[in-house]
């Protein structure tokens, strides 16, 4: 049996609240005004993607979710993985751009009050050492 940790737990519970009365794409069209539905397949977001190895889905996997209407997409760990280089963006032929495309799906989460980040778990050394620039970019990221 895969073990779960209390965070996967509550944020699972927290992602369980989040409205579903639209489909996703039509949900994130509204968010970032991108149209997915071009997306052939290809995988040319993928292999430029620096975070490839870590990400649980690929970029072009991201995609097929959200065309496929399935919502676990907002479980991956690859949206927030995504360092929003713009890489992918750039290089894919049908002129998505996967970027705001992960964004959005960030935005989902958090505009449902669900926050990626526990501050709480940050310890005080870690407090002193982190800079705050670090601070900033991450509240903007995982706070909602
Ligand atoms: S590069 Fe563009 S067309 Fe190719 S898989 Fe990625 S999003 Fe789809
Ligand atoms: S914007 Fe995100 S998904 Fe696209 S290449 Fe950069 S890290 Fe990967």
Not at 44 to 70: N, Q, S, W
Request: proline share 3%; charged share 30%.
């Amino acid at each position: 049996m895969t073990e779960v940790s209390g965070n996967e737990c509550r944020e699972k519970h927290e992602l369980e609240k989040i409205r579903i009365d639209h489909s996703l794409a039509e949900e994130l069209k509204d968010l970032c005004e991108e149209e997915f539905f071009g997306c052939y397949q290809c995988g040319t977001c993928a292999a430029g993607c620096p975070f490839i190895e870590e990400m649980d889905l690929t970029p072009d996997e991201v995609i097929r979710h959200v065309i496929m209407d399935k919502r676990e997409v907002l479980s991956s760990k690859t949206i927030w993985l995504c360092a929003s280089c713009y890489t992918c963006a750039e290089r894919c032929p049908r002129d998505i751009n996967i970027t705001k495309l992960m964004e959005a799906l960030r935005q989902i989460i958090l505009r449902n009050s669900v926050d990626k980040t526990d501050m709480s778990c940050i310890t005080d050394e870690e407090l002193k050492k982190i800079p705050q620039i670090a601070f900033v970019s991450l509240f903007r990221k995982n706070i909602g």
